[in-house]
């Protein structure tokens, strides 16, 4: 039979849902599509460490949760244009977290355990950073951004245009950093080692 998911395809749809909270024994809705324009905004999304690696998070349309609050042990997905946008994201396991939509994921708090992708012009411009792979590729993608390893292995592999510009990479004591760098894409990065 076919997966059961959650479709949030109006505009403003499943706004404000504070409730989406998933257990051990049940995979429903662990698929949430959120593709309408502001769908999903101020969402709050948990998944039960458990469950980890089945379903996912699509914040497809334009300004989807944006300011949501999401704990998830799934793929996130952050295509829309602004969406993810000022969000609270902590993500379990190896999972990966793609702000690919423009301003996707702006001046939002992400901490993974994975890989972050940052794909669209300004994708995580003045967010808070905290991974153990980070890919920027996007125009000013992480453009005064903080990217801090915390008690992580961190490497920030940076390859669009000015991507890194006035950005700071924080590396800490206890925590091996690897910076990888093409063409303009560090210019006016900061890296500060604590180690």
């Known amino acids: 039979g076919e997966t059961p998911k959650l479709n949030c395809d109006g505009k403003l749809s499943c706004k404000n849902a504070r409730e989406l909270t998933f257990i051990a024994q049940s995979v429903h809705n662990r698929f949430i599509d959120c593709t309408g324009d502001a769908a999903c905004t101020r969402i709050k999304y948990e998944s039960d ?23 998830v042990g799934t793929e996130l997905y952050c295509h829309g244009t602004s969406s993810c946008k000022l969000a609270d994201i902590i993500s379990r396991g190896d999972k990966e977290i793609q702000c690919y939509g423009w301003n996707s994921c702006r001046k939002s708090n992400i901490e993974s355990d994975g890989t972050i992708v940052f794909d669209g012009k300004n994708a995580g411009t003045e967010a808070t950073i905290s991974a153990v792979t980070v890919i920027v590729n996007g125009y000013y993608g992480i453009a005064y951004a903080t990217i801090d390893s915390q008690d992580k292995d961190t490497e920030l592999s940076v390859y669009g245009h000015s991507a890194g510009n006035g950005a700071t990479f924080i590396c800490r004591d206890g925590s091996n950093c690897k910076l990888n760098c093409v063409g303009t894409s560090c210019r006016d990065m900061n890296y500060i080692c604590l180690t």
């Open 49 to 71: 460490v458990q469950l980890e690696g089945i379903g996912y998070l699509n914040c497809f349309g334009h300004r989807s949760c944006r300011l949501a609050k999401l704990t």
